[in-house]
Every structure is written in structure tokens, then in C-alpha cells.
T-cell receptor, first 115, second 110 residues
Framework: NAGVTQTPKFQVLKTGQSMTLQCAQD?????MSWYRQDPGMGLRLIHY???????DQGEVPNGYNVSRSTTEDFPLRLLSAAPSQTSVYFC??????????????FGAGSRLTVL | DQQVKQNSPSLSVQEGRISILNCDYT??????FLWYKKYPAEGPTFLIS?????DKNEDGRFTVFLNKSAKHLSLHIVPSQPGDSAVYFC?????????FGSGTQLTVLP
């Protein structure tokens, strides 16, 4: 099992450019999410999806778009990159029910630098 | 307002000794607490969890303690090994929501 796969691992953008971070999971998980990790801030939820065709905002959604056309894929789009979006991005998935035994599986991360 | 706080950004411990990582929370509605471990250039991986109805959960070298009256949990690693060097995130669950702390970098010195 590959688990959660993120691409690219590294990306450098100029301010105003757009790009898409890809995320795919092969565990048939209904729930998928995107987090960003910043120093001293921990992991903050950007957007999430509880199933194909359903998305919702997390704690820090501004500047990001998502869509969920299939169970497997959950891309994160930056329409006009800003230096404040320099961060490490993690995609994560789990089965629908959130409890102490049904935990998130994370991808390896995508490091984005916006100049 | 951070509902889950890890006030120590870093901790250094000698190999073989006990590592104690701490986490405080403010929301009494949290019903599960988890610890994740993260190595550089990798995603976080689940380590151990505890239900709010328990005060201790043990898994090998790792034990998590929960003090609900103090809204405090801790992760004990005994004995600490160099391979335990990583960032540790505590997290808490309310229905449908998972909240992470800011992480503690643990360094185990050989």
C-alpha cells in the first residue's frame, strides 16, 4: 500500500503564480484533508472533504481552493501565491469516523517557497 | 486562541533516561487525545492515544497520562533511544474536529 502520496515534494513559486499540490490515497478513505505546518504554529487545517463532491473550510482556508471529484484524489490549488503561503503542506486521510482509534494517515509533505 | 498548547518547543534527554513531553488544553469537550511523531522530511505518524475516560494508556516504551482536572496530558518515553529524536505533536478530538499543538522537538543524546 502506498498510503497517502503527495506531489511535488518541493516547489518554488514567484508571488502571483498559481499551482496545484496533488494528493492521492489508496486506502478508500472517505475523509481527506490538507494541513500546513509553520514554525511555532503546529498543524493547521486548511480544507477538508468527507467524501467525493463534498468539501469544507478549515481553520486557514484563505488563498486556497480544493475539489474532490473522486474518493482517491484531493488537490489543493493556490490561485495567486503569496509569501505568507510559504510553508510545508501535508495531506491526510482517514475513515469517516473520527475517534481515538481511527487516526489520520499523513503524506510525506510538500515544501512550498513563495518568493 | 490555541486550545492545545505545547509550551516547550524543545527537550534534550540522555539516552536511556526518561523523556517527558507535556501538553495542556483548554476545551473540556475533547474526548480523545493523541500523540503524533514526525521525523524530518516525513509526514507525522500516529504514536498513541487515550480516551478522556481513562487516565493512562501504555504501549511498550510509550505511556500517555491524562489529568482531566488540570487539563494536562503527558507522554513518557522510557527508556529514551536516539531513534526517538523527532518532533512530537499532541492533538485532541472533539466530535468531527482534530486540533494539534505546536510540537516539541525531542533530541535524545547518545
Amino acid at each position: 500500500n502506498a498510503g497517502v502520496t503527495q506531489t511535488p515534494k518541493f516547489q518554488v513559486l514567484k508571488t502571483g503564480q498559481s499551482m496545484t499540490l496533488q494528493c492521492a490515497q489508496d486506502m478508500n478513505h472517505e475523509y481527506m484533508s490538507w494541513y500546513r505546518q509553520d514554525p511555532g504554529m503546529g498543524l493547521r487545517l486548511i480544507h477538508y472533504s468527507v467524501g467525493a463532491g463534498i468539501t469544507d473550510q478549515g481553520e486557514v482556508p484563505n488563498g486556497y481552493n480544493v475539489s474532490r471529484s473522486t474518493t482517491e484524489d484531493f488537490p489543493l490549488r493556490l490561485l495567486s501565491a503569496a509569501p505568507s503561503q510559504t510553508s510545508v503542506y501535508f495531506c491526510a486521510s482517514r475513515d469517516r469516523q473520527l475517534d481515538g482509534a481511527n487516526v489520520l494517515t499523513f503524506g510525506a509533505g510538500s515544501r512550498l517557497t513563495v518568493l | 486562541d490555541q486550545q492545545v498548547k505545547q509550551n516547550s518547543p524543545s527537550l534534550s534527554v540522555q539516552e536511556g533516561r526518561i523523556s517527558i513531553l507535556n501538553c495542556d488544553y483548554t476545551n473540556s469537550m475533547f474526548d480523545y487525545f493523541l500523540w503524533y511523531k514526525k521525523y524530518p522530511a516525513e509526514g507525522p505518524t500516529f504514536l498513541i492515544s487515550i480516551s478522556s475516560i481513562k487516565d493512562k494508556n501504555e504501549d511498550g516504551r510509550f505511556t500517555v497520562f491524562l489529568n482531566k482536572s488540570a487539563k494536562h496530558l503527558s507522554l513518557h518515553i522510557v527508556p529514551s533511544q536516539p531513534g526517538d529524536s523527532a518532533v512530537y505533536f499532541c492533538a485532541a478530538i472533539t466530535p468531527g474536529q482534530l486540533t494539534f499543538g505546536s510540537g516539541t522537538q525531542l533530541t535524545v543524546l547518545p
